[in-house]
């Protein structure tokens, strides 16, 4: 998940006992479509994972037609660009991870290409798993200007569930899983309860919710609406009500998420 920010800062915050590195794996099944884009993504998130033919992978992502993407069930679209995304970062840390330094630019230079087209990870998170969101507007503003790749390959309808499935390479980042379209929504709801549970303390009165749903507020509903997201749940009690304050977010660098799992 990329913070808006650029500036390092921010004391490192208690963090839970719950280790993401070794969260079970969220139900998976063979998606039987047989798109070559969603082989090509999961294919390069194995490669990086498992320090294989790396090259190759990337390679084939860049080779996709347009017309392959245009293709794209929503659920493939949204298995995919999930893939490419902790691929993409996992292939560039893994290279150097001294870029997660100087966090506005790793994350706004080009780090994959897909279908003939250079992408950074802000362009895949906040173009086209967040429907061209503006980064910095907390989840309420439009980005007015998206590139022509962007306005024709981004999903249809935002799912803010991503941010628990998007790793940018920080501690504080959800755990890493290969997504697959034919069953995307039970990941997608393993891996929300799992972060949120993980990372939200509660106590006094007061949920203590990790940072980034200060970030894309307006993704979730506003102040409201992230108490309603720890209700469905289970973080909080049904008629739960308390004060929402925000965790700081832990960008030590951690890398182990995409070493050594298939």
């Given at each position: 998940?990329?913070?808006?920010?650029?500036?390092?800062?921010?004391?490192?915050?208690?963090?839970?006992?719950?280790?993401?590195?070794?969260?079970?794996?969220?139900?998976?099944?063979?998606?039987?479509?047989?798109?070559?884009?969603?082989?090509?993504?999961?294919?390069?998130?194995?490669?990086?994972?498992t320090d294989g033919a790396a090259d190759a992978a990337r390679?084939?992502?860049?080779?996709?037609?347009?017309?392959?993407?245009?293709?794209?069930?929503?659920?493939?679209?949204?298995?995919?660009?999930?893939?490419?995304?902790?691929?993409?970062?996992?292939?560039?840390?893994?290279?150097?991870?001294?870029?997660?330094?100087?966090?506005?630019?790793?994350?706004?230079?080009?780090?994959?290409?897909?279908?003939?087209?250079?992408?950074?990870?802000?362009e895949i998170e906040h173009g086209i798993l967040r429907r061209?969101?503006?980064?910095?507007?907390?989840?309420?503003?439009?980005?007015?200007?998206?590139?022509?790749?962007?306005?024709?390959?981004?999903?249809?309808?935002?799912?803010?569930?991503?941010?628990?499935?998007?790793?940018?390479?920080?501690?504080?980042?959800?755990?890493?899983?290969?997504?697959?379209?034919?069953?995307?929504?039970?990941?997608?709801?393993?891996?929300?309860?799992?972060?949120?549970?993980?990372?939200?303390?509660?106590?006094?009165?007061?949920?203590?919710?990790?940072?980034?749903?200060?970030?894309?507020?307006?993704?979730?509903?506003?102040?409201?609406?992230?108490?309603?997201?720890?209700?469905?749940?289970?973080?909080?009690?049904?008629?739960?009500?308390?004060?929402?304050?925000?965790?700081?977010?832990?960008?030590?660098?951690?890398?182990?998420?995409?070493?050594?799992?298939?």
């Open positions: 998940m990329a913070r808006p920010g650029a500036t390092d800062g921010g004391e490192t915050a208690e963090r839970p006992a719950a280790d993401r590195g070794e969260a079970a794996e969220p139900p998976t099944a063979d998606s039987g479509s047989g798109a070559a884009p969603v082989d090509a993504a999961r294919g390069f998130l194995r490669a990086v994972r390679d084939r992502l860049d080779a996709l037609s347009p017309t392959a993407l245009d293709a794209l069930s929503p659920a493939e679209r949204l298995a995919f660009w999930i893939n490419v995304y902790n691929g993409a970062t996992g292939d560039a840390l893994l290279g150097d991870p001294t870029r997660l330094s100087d966090r506005r630019r790793f994350f706004g230079a080009p780090v994959v290409s897909v279908a003939g087209t250079d992408l950074s990870l802000d061209s969101r503006w980064k910095y507007g907390l989840g309420y503003l439009p980005n007015p200007f998206p590139s022509a790749f962007v306005r024709r390959h981004r999903v249809a309808e935002p799912d803010p569930r991503i941010h628990f499935a998007v790793n940018c390479g920080a501690a504080a980042c959800p755990a890493v899983f290969a997504y697959d379209p034919a069953t995307v929504d039970e990941q997608l709801d393993h891996a929300t309860e799992t972060y949120l549970r993980g990372e939200t303390v509660v106590a006094d009165g007061t949920a203590r919710v990790p940072r980034l749903m200060l970030w894309y507020r307006g993704d979730f509903g506003g102040t409201s609406g992230i108490r309603e997201w720890l209700r469905r749940y289970g973080v909080i009690d049904a008629d739960a009500t308390p004060r929402i304050r925000y965790r700081e977010y832990d960008w030590t660098p951690s890398l182990d998420p995409f070493r050594g799992r298939d």
